[in-house]
């Protein structure tokens, strides 16, 4: 195997060290652990949880499985009457009524549904708007972009009995899951024990061992091994999933109940072209794709499976050396989960002159890194550090997005790409906005040393229906990503509507289709319009 050699100049007058990895910071008895009222440092966006977090109420079943939200009874139809077509670029309206088993109507709202309007013959699709009224009805409303035929769809994805146990577990449990810290010794003898997010949840009887992250004072925490010392800490991996739920739950959150297609409510329709243009899309005049834009509702549609941006001008990078030409001279920083590693491979297999580097490393952790010499292309990826549920990996490999942005200069031929979401719904969203705080800080702070860095956010994306991952999680993990970022200059790639506007099965990592047209609109942000 090829050595791989790294130089490292000393500076005497330094006085800032940077350790490959999270260290030992301090032992810690096993008692709750205390952190600064959310309030003294939070940005004002992610402060007001409660509101931010806004679920309708969602009553219990009191035991009644059948008095839950039922897909096989709940309806939808025509808010108005049928018409024989409709004006591309206008909207369809339907009323959604739940449902339980014994066919009641609801009283109250909180389901999550999902609803389509799809185009099968043209490969279109888009997202409809859900509002809860919050008396068991739903207003359902579609834009009409494509002319031809579509057809609604409406899925209920979880009732809001099951909304219910999800909100419970969220709020309640300190974590759902579990990981193992690896410590050896100078013999080699390696001990292992339960680590996560706080003491407590390492399930330790005695002291635990606290490892701080340099930056963003982020908190780790292991059961302190029989005989090795905290500092000896050497590797990390996924652990066991814990029992959360009893088996009234359990049916809630069952397959029989989850993600299904609601019977059809509305015959197919019409989309006709409008008398004056010559369009067969609703698209209006649109800004090159910049960091800073408004957000349109829907973020875009799909039409032969290409994405079409409603709030800028998308591009297709259809070949290799379209690709090349976009990215010539950049560095591009991705940080994240496995779903933005998938932007990674995408790329190195769609670009053959973009060779992978062999680090030796963890490929489920990495860092993997991609280079095209002739045209300055460095491409690089790794995990967003703790929480992370991999294979076992070396912690001096789990760097955090705080501890990685603290060490790039910036400037126009960066980018940094962060992608979050899927190994945070495993604990309560107070972790998540911590995590956000320190992340959001280091965003902030590199655009100011180079405003001329690029920063995008990829919004998580749709696939886990259980209570360690669903969607209804990912939509709150969305709402905060967006208010974290807020009022910063940075772009966001819509990954959730982008999964959930096709009749596609959901897949916590979606097919090509998916990721290519999610990769386009990266480099629509690297190369506007």
Known sequence: ANPILYFILSLPDSTIHRPPGPRAASKSACKPTEYPSHLSFLPQELANLTHLLYWPPTPGDEGDILASTSPQTSTYRLRGPAQASYALGGYLEAILVARDHRGRPKTHGGDLFRAQLLGPGLKAGVPGDVQ?????TYLLSFPLLWAGQARVQVRLIHSSEAVGVLRRIWREKRATVDFRGYFRGPTGAEETVICNVDPQSTGAKGPTCQYRDVVSSELWFCAQPPTLPCNSLVGHSSGSYLKVTVPHDEALLAWNVTDKVLPQGISPIQIRMAATGNSSLALSPQLPCRPGLPASKPSGFYHQDVWHSLSCSGRSFSTADS??????????????????????????DKVPSLKPV???????????????????IVLNWRAHGWPLRCLRAPVASLHSVAQELSGLAGGPHTVVVLGLGAHFTTFPPSIFVRRLAGIRAAVAALLAREPRTLVIIKLANTGYKSVYGSDWFTLQINRLLRAAFADLRVAFVDAWEMTSSLALPDNIHPGRLIVSNEVDVLLSFICPA
């Open 323 to 348: 690709i090349l030409g976009c990215l010539a001279g950049h560095v591009i920083h991705m940080i994240g989960d496995s779903t933005l590693r998938q932007w990674w491979e995408y790329l190195r």
């Open 358 to 376: 062999d680090l030796h490393a963890i490929h489920q952790a990495g860092p993997l890194m991609a280079v095209e010499t002739t045209r300055g």
């Open 132 to 136: 809860d009224l919050e008396n068991g």
